[in-house]
């Protein structure tokens, strides 16, 4: 990939200003410093051993696999619960010799082109999607591989968004003549046909196509998707769907491989404010074929209405139905005989219903009962509904902690397995931990006890689990348990990272204050240069992701590389979740609430301040810089336009500026609609008049998750104030920074340079001297 530096409105300009005995003693100091940083991967990736990755069962068997970090690779083991015998899962040198001879490329044993095979029930053999697109099947007696070829023909399409209907989740207009959809006996089939239900008997080629629906028409079509027979196969349903504004935005790939004139092409991207398709369900008699609309009184309105579902006796149907902005979700049960409706849920808050990451559902009994999620009383937790009545029987879950979510329902014992975390006081609230508790609520057991972040793989059978658990300071531990006493069966793996530390890596340090309020605590992570000198002040760093759908700041073991590699150029390299992030109670979540703008902010410098003042002769706090991607890039620009007295340098990469430019489900969800001033409130583009500070924006030019065109309207609005600025445009770049810096190695090494030039006041190494040009 080629990149290509584009300025505009200003370059590097005068450097903050700092005490000339530092800057010179930077500017020494500079080149190994990058060299360091540069190296950094070589010189630590690969040095952690025998750190598994989770457990994966095979079928409804004993036996369980595992992938773990060995010396120059990893290797695969089969564990065996019932005897404890633990052995590789194959013969890794034979496989590797006969994959590399098959494709013509050089394997070891330890660089397989696999991480997650999948297992015969009786683990004689072994699947794997190969380098080449295809299937690949292995016998492990003998060693032997076979590929067989993977048809591509025909993939994608379909209901977008899981099987829901709205949003603009379908996006392309329906398919005239479809493939039938048959009914659970075999003897009818449905269409559509001019934009109509249409049904035939099967089995006689010449049997008549009949209508069901007459109603139907080009901009309000019946959707093959969603077609759902009646178990008895006496009735069907469907939704009759109107589109909505067909949004696209347009790109031009500006240099391309195989040509030298640029290209245009576009995508449907619906945006906040956007008008919706809206989704109307009818339900169908094939006897009487008589069609009943559903009144939708109790789903106007919809952002998104799921999958029809029938319950097992045909006497109704079911979906999901979430209300534009997202201030009420019910689950809707519709009569099959009458078309008559009902909320069986009905979920509504005065903020927002995160379905997104917080919707559960599970239905008990055909519908007698369901176990439902919920932030009602504050924290987000399981309830047991009365499937008939529409009422709670129970709360099943309690407390100052979160519901991280559901690993298996137990109907016969009355039981559910879950995560949480923040269920002791004192400790780290973000470390997931895995509990049982009884329908009613009583009989908690917890299966994990160690002071870490956990995953937890049951067994089918649920007779075993393992437990794979670490912390930022903690190389992962693997263990074998019995579920019915949580004791101790075997320790698979205990990961050493003495190599690594031999080279002087350290792991993070957490670090934990008071947020705004003075009693909730603030947690984060802070990492040093390898060459740290606890005489030396040094600027600070902080890598931000402020988006409400998650928390951020890592919980498990990892190298944190690009952090680090930053922090090895001088600084002090720190990540923070502050209020409005989510995995924490409904108050600390709401914060966010048309508010995106705040990201955190009062919480983060109070964080800073806090560890300033316990490191005061090393953290730099009069010299801090931020970055992000995506949401972290409108975060970091934001900083430098909120808090310009504390926040000094900023790199935005990729950031959604303007709420209004990205994607709908993200924006909605927590900006809300209808579009109010509130979008103004949190806009860059509105404030970028108010830029103080050293910024630099990043985008490439190929953005398919937010519009590249946020970044461009940010900087129109820069120029048209009058504010220098750098932009960097990376063609052929889509939008893939992740959350710790910016793709690739030059827009990463852009960044490094503009800290090392505003922060440290020295300058980069000259690339475009041979000497030291990489």
């Known amino acids: 990939m080629r990149f290509t530096t584009l300025a505009i409105a200003g370059t590097f300009v005068a450097a903050l200003p700092i005490a000339e005995p530092l800057r010179q003693g930077a500017q020494q100091r500079i080149v190994p410093d990058y060299a360091r940083a540069e190296s950094l991967p070589r010189r630590t990736d690969g040095l952690v051993v025998n750190a598994a990755e989770p457990a994966n069962w095979i079928g409804n068997t004993p036996r369980f696999w595992y992938r773990k970090a060995v010396q120059g690779g990893n290797s695969f083991v089969l564990v065996n619960a019932n005897t404890l015998e633990q052995k590789p899962a194959f013969d890794h040198d034979r496989i590797a010799a006969t994959i590399s001879q098959a494709l013509g490329r050089s394997y070891t044993g330890v660089t397989l082109p696999f991480a997650a095979p999948s297992f015969t029930a009786d683990a004689s053999g072994f699947e794997f999607n190969g380098p080449d697109t295809a299937r690949w099947t292995c016998t492990i007696a003998t060693s032997a591989c076979t590929r067989v070829p993977v ?202 219903f995160e379905y997104s990451a917080k919707l559960y559902r599970y239905e008990i009994g055909d519908g007698a009962e369901v176990l439902w999620m919920s932030e009602r009383d504050g924290w987000n937790h399981l309830y047991l509904y009365d499937g008939a009545t529409g009422r709670v029987k129970n709360q099943i879950t309690k407390g100052d902690w979160v519901l991280r979510g559901v690993e298996r329902v137990d109907t016969l014992a009355r039981q559910v397995y879950f995560r949480a975390s923040g269920m002791y006081p004192g400790k780290n609230p973000y470390f997931i931990h895995y509990y049982r508790v009884n329908f009613d609520g009583t009989g908690l057991v917890t299966y994990t006890t160690a002071d870490a972040n956990h995953t937890v793989r049951f067994a089918p059978g649920g007779e075993w689990y393992v437990d794979t658990y670490s912390r930022v300071d903690l190389p992962p531990v693997s263990e074998l348990r019995r579920t019915s006493d949580q004791s101790l069966l075997q320790v698979l793996e205990k990961a050493d990272a003495s190599a690594l530390l031999a080279t002087g890596w350290k792991a993070p340090e957490s670090f934990v204050a008071k947020g705004r309020d003075g009693t909730t605590d603030i947690y984060g992570i802070i990492l040093r240069p390898t060459n740290f000198d606890p005489r030396r002040k040094y600027p600070v760093v902080e890598n931000i992701y402020a988006g409400p759908h998650d928390s951020f700041v890592p919980q498990v ?97 990729a950031g959604c500026h303007d709420n209004r430019m990205d994607k709908i489900w993200w924006n909605e969800q927590w900006m809300g609609w209808p579009i109010g001033a509130w979008y103004d409130s949190s806009s860059n583009v509105v404030n970028a008049k108010k830029l103080q500070g050293k910024l630099l924006l990043v985008v490439g030019e190929l953005d398919t998750n937010v519009d590249p065109a946020s970044t461009l309207q940010v900087a129109d609005a820069l120029i048209k104030a009058n504010k220098t600025f750098d932009l960097l445009v990376i063609p052929g770049e889509d939008h893939n920074a992740g959350r710790g810096g910016i793709t690739g190695q030059y827009g990463q090494r852009k960044q490094w340079d503009f800290f090392v030039h505003h922060l440290l006041g020295a300058e980069p190494p000259d690339r475009n001297r041979a000497a030291t040009s990489p």
């Open 151 to 352: 048809n591509l023909a025909g993939r994608g399409g379909g209901a977008g968004g899981g099987g829901r209907i709205g949003g603009g989740l379908y996006g392309d207009p329906p398919v005239p003549n479809p493939a039938p959809r048959a009914s659970p006996d075999g003897r009818w089939e449905a269409s559509i046909r001019n934009y109509n239900v249409f049904t035939r008997a099967r089995g006689a080629a010449a049997a008549p196509w009949m209508p069901l629906s007459t109603d139907g028409s080009e901009a309000n079509a019946y959707v093959i998707q969603s077609i759902a027979w009646s178990p008895d196969s006496r009735k069907l349903a469907a939704y009759r769907v109107k589109p909505g504004f067909k949004r696209e935005v347009h790109y031009v790939t500006s240099s391309p491989e195989d040509q030298i004139q640029p290209k245009h092409w576009s995508r449907l991207y619906n945006k906040p404010g956007d008008v919706l398709e809206t989704a109307q369900p009818v339900v169908f008699d094939l006897t009487t074929r008589a069609a009943t609309e559903v009144s939708n009184a109790l789903f106007p309105n919809a952002y998104t209405v799921s999958a029809l579902q029938w319950r097992r006796d045909s006497r109704a149907l079911t979906f999901e139905y979430n209300q534009r902005g997202h201030q009420a979700f019910r689950v809707i049960e519709v009569n099959a005989a009458t078309g008559a409706a009902r909320a069986v849920i009905n979920e509504e808050t005065p903020t927002f």
């Open 557 to 653: 073991w990892g190298l944190q590389t690009a952090m680090r590699q930053q922090a090895e150029l001088g600084f002090i390299v720190v990540q923070i979740d502050g209020m409005g992030t989510s995995n924490r109670s409904k108050k600390f979540h709401d914060v966010a609430w048309r508010n995106i703008g705040d990201a955190g902010f009062s919480d983060r410098i109070l964080w800073h301040k806090a560890a300033a003042a316990k490191y005061p002769a090393n953290y730099d706090i009069a010299n801090v810089g931020i970055y992000g991607g995506s949401a972290g890039g409108q975060n970091s620009m934001g900083a430098l336009l909120r808090h310009p007295d504390f926040y000094k340098v900023a790199v935005s990469y």
